[in-house]
């Protein structure tokens, strides 16, 4: 990579930690997608400052054509986008070369969830390996609440003091939303809580310092990482006997929305406690109404025998 492109992705990535709080996965995905197509460019020796519309079309069919998924290629549209905005904005570029460039389009799937059921299995087999308390203190809090797996390995114990009825979560962007808790999880958090307290005072009469997070970790984070909490999920869902690959941590937070839709919660409720910007996302979700509603006219309709 040039040192004028360097500077360009930096000066950007800068930008917008600073000015809008963007995440680290964010920042992540931005750099990685950036220095892909910056790569492709200087393969075809185009400098990042003179790329043309039809350059980034190009590389767009590139990207098609190494059969990358059309939510990828929608990402790295829109980081080139953001990087040429910014470019103008700064004065380094008199236009947007991607800006017209209409985007592959997402489509929307809809998200895999489980029964009720399964969910009751799962939280059963998180209680029955090496770790139960915290293991099950996961599970439980992942399932009444629908947190995303970063927001919970990521929690700080300050959070969870005071036996509270509602969690304060911190969300993308450094957004705030409150969360209830129910019952079965306030339990499994009092009791997490009282190992865990206690685990901690015997470190620290070894002059270790305590840990700020709920659920500590000797690695670089200080927290229970996603990684690792993504492989515990796959241990439980084969103690329940679900398939694994049916099963993740974000299947249980589409799990959580699924079930209050079809208990009769309010679109714009699920999506404050899902901490979804745009109701839009939130509406995936309404499949749950549609079959709910199928099920209510073959049930009762007069013509539905037929």
Known sequence: MTPEAARWITTFL?????????????????ARDLKDFTTWLERHGIALAGATRADVEGYLVFCDAQGLAVATRARRLSAIRQLYRFAYEEGW??????????????????????????????????GT?????????????????????????????????????MLLIRGK???ERMVPLSPPARVAL???????????????????????????????TGHLTRVRFHGLVKTFALRAGIDPGRVSP?????????????????????????????????????????????????????????
Not at 109 to 124: S, Y
């Open 250 to 306: 974000h299947t249980l937070r589409h799990a959580f929305a699924t079930h209050l839709l079809a208990g009769g919660a309010d679109l714009r409720a699920i999506q404050t406690l899902l901490g979804h910007a745009d109701v839009s996302t939130t509406e995936i979700y309404t499949h749950v109404l549609d079959e709910r509603l199928k099920a209510l006219v073959l049930e009762h309709h007069p013509l539905a025998g037929d």
């Open 129 to 165: 390996g090496r770790d139960p308390l915290r293991d099950t203190c996961l599970m439980q809090l992942l399932y009444a609440t629908g947190m995303r797996v970063s927001e919970l390995v990521s929690l700080p114990v300050a959070a969870a003091r005071g036996d509270p009825r």
């Open 93 to 126: 570029r008199d236009d947007n070369p991607a800006l017209q460039i209409r985007g592959p389009g997402r489509a929307k799937r809809l998200p895999g969830t489980l029964t009720h059921d399964e969910v009751d299995r799962l939280l059963e087999a998180a």
């Open 190 to 220: 009092r009791d997490w809580l009282a190992h865990r307290d206690a685990a901690e005072e015997r470190a620290r009469t070894d002059g270790k310092r305590p840990s700020p997070f709920l659920f500590p970790s000797g690695g670089k």
């Open 173 to 175: 962007g450094g957004k």
């Open 14 to 30: 800068e930008a917008q930690a600073a000015e809008l709080d963007a995440a680290a996965n964010t920042q992540a995905a931005y």
